[in-house]
């Protein structure tokens, strides 16, 4: 992306205490250079080819509609900024500073090069025993952390210096939430009043990331600020924060109606409504959890990492900003959080080698500013980064499920374990602007299983099973030929042209209506194998590395490219039909936009694949797609 602004050295400056936190809540300004990958904010999936512009998995981080309507979002991301350009058809990476590498090199060795990770794996002390996977699922880590927390509610803290101090307020003992969504408990020093804990679980549509085939799955928690939960006499009333949390949940959903309250009810009723975004010291609390089949919602007791969220400043998304990739960053090293510059401090606890939770460091922090953050600037500016299809910096809560069946426990898709074989007992949501279900949008655009555009064996089985001719289909579904390099581009133009029939077909839903196990979970022995993976990371600790760990190279980090649109290596060597992509070439004329990625994607805005105004939000009311 091409950023303004410049790069700046260490500040150890401090800003005034954030408002609410006590007057110990102040960080630095920390110069990116300082880090190995100065530019973690990229994910490794903005690396992958896109099979010749055949899959399209880029408009689902990468949109306008969002900032468009202003919508919690002022990073629109697919040509309506001439500053940020069009993600979707070109790799636009930041130019890099002086003092470090390009961002055009992709520097996610974890994902590229696994047998690099399997090699650290073997020298590292903390190997772990294989057999012993399923059990390590069932441990909770959570509880131990949490109780690090030593026993103060809340975030406000006061003079708290731990690296704790941000660890969310929510007690995994406590779980899971009531059938109404509310964490209650019966321990009262965490009870808000009487067994009411002020979380409520959040169920939502996922994407690509974070799903069982992905090899995590999440829970989502929100709460507000107290003043949300009282009437107007300042006494606690569960109706009234039901009221408030619905009226919040429609303006992020942007369903907000003429005749809905400008104000929030009881004692907020001083605090407006605003379209889009959250009102100030909202809390997300967010585990990330290991797939255990044998879990409810696939949801391991174990957790790879807890993250937290809490919205510190206001900002508006029709305000001027800039995007300051090249900013520093405000963070707190000893307290473990981060600013990401559009108003929420974002704090998060990872694994240690041993399996324990600790608290994250700023070059992991700086992960999470890559997706959780906006084109927003304060004074004085920090990094931003972010994507084009948040709102006010959240992923989930805009895809919450309407009403009731939204307040639940996150349950991917209401997944259950029946005779030994995974089910799903819910439907594809229309998404409100096409009109289509989300998840066979998602088929169709991605052609695969994750934003990587790769499938697990099971689901491509499942596929070569169904997609014949002998069923209707044009062709039959076959697996991708990388030997044979010169017929390559017309496999890829048959499978998206197959997922397409797929799709129409409806047979991506059974015959109840509900999408397909087969699409959306793992077999027992593939996700164990996830497991196995991830947990490599661990033991080696080379989470700057990359999280996303595959047995072999995903072939969308291969160069399969034809003569028309050929490239090479950022130091113009060529590339072989079937290398792994490591880098791509930059600008290196033209002053204003020296050291950006200039090649291009391959996508094409005329493509029925292209979509630049995809907006990340559900048909209300709900509806599902028919079979």
């Known amino acids: 992306m091409v950023s303004q602004g410049f790069n700046r050295l260490i500040f150890t400056l401090c800003l005034s205490p954030v408002v609410g936190f006590g007057s110990s809540l102040v960080g630095e300004f920390v110069s990116r250079t300082t880090f190995a990958n100065p530019y973690a904010n990229i994910p490794a999936q903005c690396y992958i080819e896109t099979s010749g512009g055949k899959q399209n998995a880029c408009l689902f981080c990468h949109t306008n509609a969002p900032a468009r309507a202003r919508l919690g979002n002022n990073n629109p991301q697919a040509g309506l900024s001439a500053v940020t350009g069009n993600l979707q058809t070109v790799y636009s990476f930041t130019p890099a500073t002086q003092q470090t590498l390009s961002p055009s090199i992709n520097p996610w060795e974890n994902t590229l090069f696994p047998e690099k990770l399997e090699a650290a794996y073997q020298k590292s002390p903390y190997r772990f025993d294989e057999t012993k996977m399923q059990s390590y699922l069932t441990e909770n880590n959570w509880a131990k952390a949490y109780a690090k927390r030593s026993g103060k509610m809340g975030w406000e803290n006061g003079q708290d210096d731990s690296p704790w101090r941000l660890f969310p307020d929510l007690s995994p003992s406590d779980l899971p939430a009531k059938e109404d969504g509310f964490v209650r408990t019966k321990a009262t020093q965490r ?187 304060f004074e004085p500016s920090s990094f931003t980064s972010g994507s084009g299809n948040t709102i006010d910096s959240t992923w989930a809560f805009p895809r919450k499920f309407p009403a009731q069946l939204g307040w639940a426990e996150m349950d991917y898709l209401a997944y259950s374990m029946k005779e030994g074989k995974a089910h799903s007992n819910r439907g594809d949501p229309l998404n409100r602007k096409t009109n289509q279900g989300e998840f066979g949008y998602f088929l169709t655009h991605v052609v695969g299983a994750n934003l990587y555009g790769v499938m697990p064996h099971s689901m491509e089985d499942f596929l070569i099973q169904t997609i014949r001719t002998s069923r209707g289909y044009s062709a039959d579904w076959k697996v991708l030929d990388f030997k044979n390099s010169s017929t390559l581009h017309v496999q890829h133009q048959l499978h998206v042209k197959l997922m397409e029939e797929f799709v129409l077909k409806k047979e991506y839903l059974n015959k109840e209506g509900f999408i397909h196990p087969r699409l959306l979970y793992p077999t027992s022995e593939e996700a164990l194998q996830g497991a196995i993976g991830y947990r490599k990371v661990v033991a080696t600790q080379r989470f700057t590395l990359g999280k996303d760990v595959f047995t072999q190279t995903p072939f969308t980090f291969r160069y399969f490219r034809d003569t028309n649109s050929t490239y090479t290596h950022i130091d113009g060597k060529a590339y072989a039909q079937g290398d792994i992509i490591t880098d791509r070439p930059i600008e290196t004329e033209a002053t204003l936009t020296q050291g950006v990625g200039v090649i291009k994607t391959l996508i094409d805005e005329k493509d029925t694949l292209y979509d630049g105004e995809y907006m990340p939000l559900l048909k209300y009311p709900l509806v599902f797609e028919t079979p």
Request: with cysteine; glycine share 10%; charged share 25%.
């Open 191 to 377: 009870a808000i009043f009487e067994d009411n804990t002020g979380w409520r679980a959040i169920n939502f549509m996922p994407y690509g990331i974070f799903t069982p085939m992905s090899g995590s799955v999440s829970g989502i928690y929100i709460r507000l600020p107290h003043r949300f939960m009282q009437d107007e006499q300042g006494i606690w009333s569960e109706a009234i924060y039901s009221q408030n949390l619905d009226l919040l949940e429609k303006a992020i959903t942007d369903r907000l109606e003429p005749n809905d309250p400008k104000t929030y009810y009881g004692n907020a009723k001083n605090i407006d409504v605003l379209r889009g975004l959250y009102p100030l010291f909202t809390e997300f609390a967010h585990p990330l959890h290991y797939v255990d089949l044998r879990a409810k919602g696939t949801r391991a007791s174990r957790v790879k990492e807890i993250r937290y969220m809490v919205k510190t400043k206001m900002f508006y998304p029709g305000e001027a900003a800039e995007k300051e990739e090249n900013a520093p960053l405000y963070l707190n090293k000893k307290q473990g959080w981060i600013d990401n510059g559009a108003g929420w401090i974002l704090a998060g606890f990872i694994e240690d080698a041993k399996g324990h939770l600790r608290p994250q460091k700023g070059e992991e922090l700086m992960q999470c500013v890559g997706c959780h953050s906006d084109n927003y600037g």
